[in-house]
């Protein structure tokens, strides 16, 4: 994958992903999550695959785009059908109740478990 590397490319200087880089790299670009983390993520991936120098911040404004911008995430309300979208209700509501759980409570689900294998 890399100049002198292995691989098919390995005797031919200046080809691969880093000359692939150079001549291209303003066509580059790295599509993520909005949320910061997995944008920083995503920026270290680049300055490590691509052998960058410098400071993660400005490789983060270049290559990384928010895929939820552009269309390429979808949106979970926008996907989910009437029945997605009851269950999940449903399961919330379960979720958000107080209620202390016994041992009958765990064999139910025990049993549930064991119809879905």
Known sequence: ???GGQGDYAG????GLL???STYRHDL????????RVQMTAAAFAKGLLALEGELTPI????V????????????SDSLSSCQHRVKARLHEIMQTDAKFYEEDYE???LLMGQEG
């Not at 031919?12 to 080809?15: I, L």
């Open 108 to 110: 139910k689900v025990a």
């Open 65 to 76: 785009k928010s895929a939820n911008m552009n269309g390429l995430l979808d949106s979970d």
């Open 29 to 36: 670009k790295i599509y993520a999550s909005d949320e910061g």
């Open 12 to 15: 031919f200087p200046g080809c």
């Open 1 to 3: 994958m890399y100049p």
């Open 19 to 21: 000359r692939l880089h």
């Open 60 to 63: 983060l404004v270049q290559m």
